[in-house]
């Protein structure tokens, strides 16, 4: 069961706005892994709920690594973490924001490969 119909989607401008950044560093987290987004009508937005503040949501790179380095394709791994996943009782990005990144990270190592 997916979520990402509910979620709110930024556009880099929107994100830059947001972070105080350039597109070229906005750009960069993404390359970094501290951001992932995806192309919505030809043009690249990020889940709001991966940032916190005015920076990025602090271990979302962590978690982000893991998925990817285990396997998931960026698509697959930003969808893993916007849809509800019974083991968790929430969506990972959720579970993350409350303090949760041990038992997301755990989770998703089970998942990869």
Not at 48 to 68: I, N, R, S
Request: hydrophobic letters at 45%.
């Amino acid at each position: 069961m997916s979520s990402e119909v509910d979620t709110v989607w930024l556009s880099v401008p929107d994100v830059c706005e947001r972070l105080s950044l350039t597109p070229g560093k906005v750009h960069r987290l993404v390359e970094d892994r501290a951001l992932l987004g995806k192309k919505i009508d030809g043009v690249f937005h990020i889940p709001e709920v991966f940032l916190e503040g005015a920076a990025p949501l602090p271990d979302l790179k962590g978690t982000a690594v893991v998925l990817l380095d285990g396997g998931f394709s960026h698509d697959a791994a930003l969808e893993w973490l916007l849809s509800y996943q019974d083991v968790l009782s929430a969506r990972p990005i959720d579970a993350i924001r409350q303090g949760r990144k041990t038992e997301v990270r755990r989770f998703a190592l089970t998942l990869a490969l």
